[in-house]
């Protein structure tokens, strides 16, 4: 018998192994799918709109929408502060280097290209550089075309890139996280955990930046615009239809059709670029441009782009249909080029002729564009030691969310919160897990169960040990396990960070998902003929132990929990500058509501079993740290958690 045991614990873990990587596909698969369905309901509300008044309430809902995906915006009042670190002559242009506050302590670094002769008032535009490590500095062609055209240029540098590193190490002079879109992923964790999005942050220091113009004497507010290219025209198209004082707008290697976007290789992008329930709420990427109708806007694209040219084709023939309600087919412009993303090089001339066309009246045609380059990057550079945080402002998008989210919910989570957050849809009974592989101990009579959510290698010998205990055993790995390539964002982001995005673009999270299956796999556990349904339990490791916890709350047949090495709670991710693979149990807006606290105490008084618990980068708590951050659940009569430790052989103590 004892060799059968072994057989089948072997037999079940191959097989899982095997239909890991097959799983994921599958579920990339069901994601894009339920994608295509909502961008089809979209489509019908957009053959519907048929007259301005309906194209205005159109874009009326786009952006309350929009507003409450983000968090809305932050706060300001009054007048921008602004820090003057020096200037630079050119031929034809000069180049002031600011910086200007956008919220209190985060302040932004910018070069000003101003025209070297005349005084205005200038019209102006706004230059917001892609993902690039040197930000504001890859705008020096274009900030001095423009100059030498008679147009102010304000070139700044996105959170996270050039001078803005939010998580700087002043030693290795370096970012701790990696490259800019690991900045920016890691940035937006707790932002999420709050809900709210990166990306209102982005939105709130353009805006800023034109206050910072309209504010000069020598700005003619009136007529002012906005370039970006890649993660700048992400975060232009963004400004653009929530700002009104825009008049003019383009945008570079960043629209295309989510329709054509998520089966490329490319896929879901990073964290601002992946807005959670974007496209549940019957949003595309045309929503950003029909939203600035029917103002001036260029969508500019080249043929290789990352971002689908055939994706860009399609919604340029939306946005022109809705164009030309309003009567302004003119004002919209598809500037097209060859080559990969960001190359606009051959197209250079174009775009500036289209601002100087909107902006100066004049001929539209291409510009005399001359590139350039500068002579020595270090000239560019505002603050003294060339990061913010070293020089004039610490803060960063952790801190300030931090500072104004003292948030710690200590109520019971509720299933009605767990289902709205998570997308999770399963009911207890509803639908057996049919992969599910159950291994029995021998003898007659109803067993104890248990449901180990850890993967096959792990937990082989740990459910063999069960089984000769008397244990009715099955091991479950929930899909999406194993972790993809996402860790090339950021290893601080772990292996589900781009995976989760493409869910939560959806109304749906891995969380959720993970959670369904494990109450199909309960489904399946309970339905045997051997198994005592009053003593089932799930024990949950690493990010797992997270949908056991949430689990329990939807599944009374649930009657115990183990979890070990699992985040102890949402709150410490706020609470820690850094964190690790929070992307995988990423539930958006969670705080708001409960923390792994509230599902303890949900829970209760079925036994919860906690195993080194780990904070928010993953270091084992102690019980006296466990106890501490979650000292209302410890407080509260009906608790009923323990800490414990496996045995001295390394058994797992189930109750």
């Known amino acids: 018998m004892k060799r059968f045991i072994c057989a089948a614990i072997l037999i079940a873990s191959s097989a899982l192994a095997q239909t890991d990587n097959s799983a994921r596909d599958k579920l990339i698969q069901s994601l894009d799918d339920l994608a295509t369905k909502q961008l089809a309901k979209r489509a019908q509300a957009m053959a519907k709109i048929q007259t301005r008044a309906e194209a205005e309430k159109r874009k009326d809902l786009v952006r309350r929408k929009i507003l409450d995906l983000i968090g809305g915006l932050p706060a300001h009042q009054g007048p921008v502060a602004v820090k003057q670190f020096g200037t630079l002559a050119g031929d034809g242009f000069r180049i002031e280097k600011l910086a200007y506050e956008s919220l209190p302590g985060f302040w932004v670094t910018a070069n000003l290209y101003a025209p070297a002769d005349g005084a205005g008032p200038f019209p102006a535009v706004l230059l917001a550089p892609g993902h690039e490590a040197t930000g504001k500095q890859s705008q020096y062609s274009f900030g001095v075309n423009f100059a030498r055209k008679g147009v102010i240029a304000l070139a700044i540098d996105p959170l996270g890139q050039g001078e803005r590193l939010q998580y700087f190490d002043a030693e290795r002079k370096a970012s701790i996280i990696g490259g800019s879109t690991g900045e920016h992923g890691e940035a937006n964790i707790p932002a999420m955990l709050v809900g709210e999005n990166i990306a209102r942050y982005f939105i709130n220091d353009s805006m800023r930046g034109i206050d910072y113009l309209i504010a000069r004497p020598d700005v003619d507010a009136k007529r002012i615009g906005a370039l970006g290219c890649s993660g700048g025209g992400t975060s232009t198209a963004y400004l653009g239809a929530l700002d009104p004082r825009l008049s003019v707008l383009g945008v570079a290697c960043y629209i295309t059709s989510f329709q054509q976007l998520l089966p490329s290789p490319t896929g879901a992008q990073e964290a601002e670029q992946s807005i959670p329930h974007f496209i549940e709420q019957g949003l595309d990427f045309g929503d950003w441009v029909e939203s600035f109708a029917p103002k001036p806007y260029a ?70 564009f001359k590139p350039e380059r500068v002579a020595s990057p270090q000239d560019l550079q505002v603050t003294p030691t060339g990061q913010v945080s070293t020089s004039i402002g610490r803060e960063t998008i952790a801190s300030i969310v931090r500072r104004e989210e003292q948030l710690r919910p200590v109520k019971p989570a509720s299933a009605l ?55 009715v055993v099955a091991v479950y790995q929930p899909t999406p396990s194993p972790p993809g390539n996402e860790g090339l964002k950021s290893p601080y982001l772990g292996g589900f960070n781009l995976l989760s995005l493409r869910a939560l673009l959806v109304g749906r999270s891995l969380v959720g998902i993970q959670i369904d299956e494990t109450m199909q796999a309960i489904d399946s556990i309970s339905a045997r003929a051997d ?71 949900a829970i209760s008084p079925r036994p919860i079993t906690v195993i080194d618990p780990k904070d928010a980068t993953g270091a084992v708590l102690n019980e006296d740290q466990f106890r501490s951050a979650l000292d209302y659940v410890f407080q509260s009569k009906t608790q009923s958690v323990r800490v414990a430790a496996r045995s001295a052989d390394g058994q797992l103590p189930v109750p």
């Open 299 to 368: 969508i500019i694209s080249t043929t290789n782009d990352m971002f689908p040219f055939e994706g860009a084709r399609e919604t340029y023939e939306e946005v022109k249909r809705i164009y030309g309600i309003y009567g302004a087919q003119d004002n919209l412009k598809w500037i097209t080029g060859p080559g990969g993303h960001g190359n606009l090089g051959p197209i250079s001339p174009q775009i500036l002729g289209f601002f100087l066309h909107q902006l100066k009246g004049a001929p539209d045609t291409p510009a005399d």
């Open 417 to 471: 919160d767990i289902r709205a957050l998570t997308g999770a849809t399963a009911k207890p009974g509803a639908a057996a897990l049919d992969s599910l592989r159950v291994m029995t101990p021998e003898g007659p009579g109803r067993k104890p169960a248990i449901l180990l959510l850890d993967s096959p290698e792990r937990a082989g010998p740990e459910a063999q040990r069960l089984v000769k205990s008397g244990f």
């Open 531 to 601: 198994v005592d349904k009053s003593k089932i339990i799930v024990y949950g490791n690493g990010a797992f132990g997270i949908i056991a916890l949430h689990a329990a709350v939807l599944d009374a047949r649930i009657r115990s929990v183990v979890v070990e090495n699992t985040l102890a709670s949402y709150r410490m991710v706020l609470d820690e500058t850094l964190h690790r693979n929070i992307s995988e149990v990423m539930i958006p807006g969670v705080l708001r509501k409960y923390d792994t606290g509230g599902l303890m105490l």
